[in-house]
């Protein structure tokens, strides 16, 4: 499996970003991924932590989630800290088609388990869509 990951930061005083105070792109790829899961969770408000099965991948080096709704996550245990994936802050602008992501996490690092569960006060249900790979016979490093 192959698998490319293009990720491109920007950050400016005006919206037009002439004057860039950060810029910086970055572009992985990666050959021997030979397992893969690729899971789409509906998180709804009061939802409890519930851990997100990784099947069939053993040993997952990579992982991405992404979501239309902040949500909060633990990486490695059910008794990691707890982190909580925010948006800007904004109301989306729906227009009929799906809600577009406000909230992502991409990591290049060890997962041996992730739990989700919806933020305090949630007021909508978070569509989370997650990507994990991995190679049981290399660490990559």
Do not use: H, W
Not at 125 to 132: K, Y
């Amino acid at each position: 499996m192959y698998r490319t990951t293009t990720i491109q930061v920007q950050a400016g005083d005006d919206s037009n970003l002439q004057s860039k105070l950060f810029d910086r792109a970055a572009t992985f790829f990666q050959t021997k991924d030979l397992e893969t899961a690729s899971v789409m969770l509906r998180v709804a408000p009061g939802a409890a932590d519930a851990a997100v099965s990784l099947a069939p991948v053993s040993t997952a080096y990579f992982v991405a989630i992404f979501s239309d709704y902040p949500v909060m996550y633990r990486l490695g245990a059910s008794n990691a800290t707890q982190q909580t994936m925010v948006s800007n802050g904004q109301p989306v602008v729906n227009n009929g088609a799906p809600a577009p992501d406000q909230c992502c996490l991409i990591s290049t690092s060890l997962v041996s388990s992730l739990y989700i569960q919806p933020i305090a006060g949630a007021a909508q249900t978070a569509n989370v869509r997650i990507f994990v790979s991995g190679d049981p016979a290399s660490s990559y490093i």
